[in-house]
C-alpha cells in the first residue's frame, strides 16, 4: 500500500518560515492535500490540488509537488497557525485516500 | 449554516455492531460523495470509506473492508454500518465531505465535529 512519511515535528519562531515535508513514491505524479488541524477540533483543508488555496486561507499557506516530495511552506509564521498537519493523497493502484502521519508544528 | 453532524458515536464491546450517522444541513447534499475518516486518540487520520453521489461507487480500506458498511440516503444523510468492531477500531470517526460536484475529486472540504467508538470490554 502507498505511504506517505511526513516529520513528527517542526518548530519555528514567530515570523520565521515553517516547512514540513510529505515524502512518497513518485509523489510528483499525484495530487497532494494538505489539512491543518488544531486541538480538539476537526481537520481543516489548507492547500489543495499540490498548491491551491482555498478561499480564506491566508497567502500565507503554499505548497509544492516538485517530485520527490510535496512540502507545505508557512510563511510569517504565528502563534494561530500551531497545530498537527496532513498530507493526502489518491493512491489510483489501490484506489484508496492515503493521509500522512502528521506533523505537529510548534511556534515557539 | 453548512455543516455536517455525526452521531451514534458510544461504547461497545468487542464483537459488537455500531452505526454512525451523519446529518448534512446547509448545503444539498445529493450531488456530492461523501466520506467517514477516523481518528485514533492521540494518532493520525485514517481514511475508512467512500461512497459516490449516486451510492454506485463505494471504496472502504483494507482495515474495515468486510466489517463496515457506508450508505446514504437521497436527502441528507451518510451512514457507516460497523460490525465485528474491534479494539483497534477505537477512534473519533468524522464524517466528510468531497470537494467535488457529481464526480469524486478525492479531498475533503468539509467536516464534522466527529463522534467517538470506543470498543472495550
Known amino acids: 500500500s502507498y505511504v506517505l512519511t511526513q516529520p513528527p515535528s517542526v518548530s519555528v519562531a514567530p515570523g520565521e518560515t515553517a516547512t514540513i515535508t510529505c515524502g512518497g513514491n513518485?509523489?510528483?505524479?499525484?495530487?497532494v492535500h494538505w489539512y491543518q488541524q488544531k486541538p480538539g477540533q476537526a481537520p481543516f483543508l489548507v492547500i489543495y490540488y499540490d498548491s491551491d488555496r482555498p478561499s480564506g486561507i491566508p497567502e500565507r499557506f503554499s505548497g509544492s509537488n516538485p517530485g520527490n516530495t510535496a512540502t507545505l511552506t508557512i510563511s510569517r509564521v504565528e502563534a494561530g497557525d500551531e497545530a498537527d498537519y496532513y498530507c493526502q493523497v489518491w493512491d489510483s493502484d489501490s484506489g484508496h485516500v492515503v493521509f500522512g502521519g502528521g506533523t505537529k508544528l510548534t511556534v515557539l | 449554516e453548512v455543516q455536517l453532524v455525526e452521531s451514534g458515536g458510544g461504547l461497545v464491546k468487542p464483537g459488537g455492531s455500531l452505526r454512525l450517522s451523519c446529518a448534512a444541513s446547509g448545503f444539498t447534499f445529493s450531488p456530492y460523495s461523501m466520506n467517514w475518516v477516523r481518528q485514533a486518540p492521540g494518532k493520525g487520520l485514517e481514511w475508512v470509506s467512500s461512497i459516490s453521489s449516486t451510492g454506485n461507487y463505494i471504496y472502504y480500506a483494507d482495515s474495515v473492508k468486510g466489517r463496515f458498511t457506508i450508505s446514504r440516503d437521497a436527502e441528507n444523510s451518510l451512514y457507516l454500518q460497523m460490525n465485528s468492531l474491534r479494539a483497534e477500531d477505537t477512534a473519533v470517526y468524522y464524517c466528510a465531505r468531497d470537494v467535488g460536484i457529481s464526480r469524486i475529486n478525492w479531498f475533503f472540504d468539509l467536516w464534522g465535529r466527529g463522534t467517538l467508538v470506543t470498543v472495550s470490554s
Open positions: 513518485s509523489i510528483g505524479s499525484k495530487s
